[in-house]
Nanobody, 125 residues
Framework: QVQLVESGGGLVQAGGSLRLSCAAS????????VGWFRQAPGQEREFVAA????????YYKDSVKGRFTISRDNAKNTVYLQLDSLKSEATAVYYC??????????????????WGQGTQVTVSS
């Protein structure tokens, strides 16, 4: 089992940057695939990015490719989401999620068993 805590959210102007962190408890974090999702007001939660646990695969939502970067530091039990060139439509609560040793890297919520409580990102235009 793993517990996830997100941090790094805040208020930023359009065009600015933020780095979100997802810190995990547990000694076997390197076995977990991690995804980032977001939920804007009045909207359903949607996939943003994911990183595999074993083969280096990374997936992004099409609209964030080239502006968001997901990475992980297993020594620190942390996954990061770098948000650059932010647009107002990025305003949302950002959640990280993890799954233990999945066969495939997933972009759907149901594939992840563990979730953090979220961090708010607000982009002002």
């Amino acid at each position: 089992q793993v517990q996830l805590v997100e941090s790094g959210g805040g208020l930023v102007q359009a065009g600015g940057s933020l780095r979100l962190s997802c810190a995990a408890s547990g000694r076997t974090f390197s076995r977990y695939a991690v995804g980032w999702f977001r939920q804007a007001p009045g909207q359903e939660r949607e996939f943003v990015a994911a990183i595999s646990w074993n083969d280096g695969r990374i997936y992004y939502k099409d609209s964030v490719k080239g502006r968001f970067t997901i990475s992980r530091d297993n020594a620190k039990n942390t996954v990061y989401l770098q948000l650059d060139s932010l647009k107002s439509e990025a305003t949302a609560v950002y959640y990280c999620a993890a799954e233990d040793s999945p066969l495939n890297l997933a972009t759907t919520e149901g594939a992840y068993s563990y979730w953090g409580q979220g961090t708010q990102v607000t982009v002002s235009s």
